[in-house]
């Protein structure tokens, strides 16, 4: 091995990992500013708005309630078992 090369390995690797100070006492004018396109705008009131909407159709449920206090809500046998078995194997059709 040569002595000179290994000189040379050893004053490249010495550079390398030597650490500098920076100073930072120059601030940055600028400022970071974020701008949302309308589309962004769009999608956040569409979000919002599923977001307060119910989940519970409160008119139907209404409806429904005021069959059973009269006895006048009847479910199909079919439709029962149909949904049964739906649930079982998948859908029917």
Do not use: P
């Not at 004018?29 to 119910?54: L, M, N, P, T």
């Amino acid at each position: 091995m040569r002595i000179d090369a290994y000189n040379a390995v050893n004053q490249v690797y010495q550079t390398t990992t030597q650490s500098k100070k920076v100073t930072s006492s120059q601030k940055s004018s600028r400022d970071d500013k974020v701008e949302i396109s309308q589309a962004g705008k769009d999608i956040a009131v569409a979000k919002k708005a599923v977001v307060e909407a119910s989940d519970v159709r409160e008119d139907k449920i209404q409806k429904i309630k005021e069959q059973i206090n009269a006895g006048t809500y009847a479910v199909s046998a079919e439709d029962v078992a149909e949904k049964m078995l739906g649930s079982i194997f998948g859908e029917l059709s």
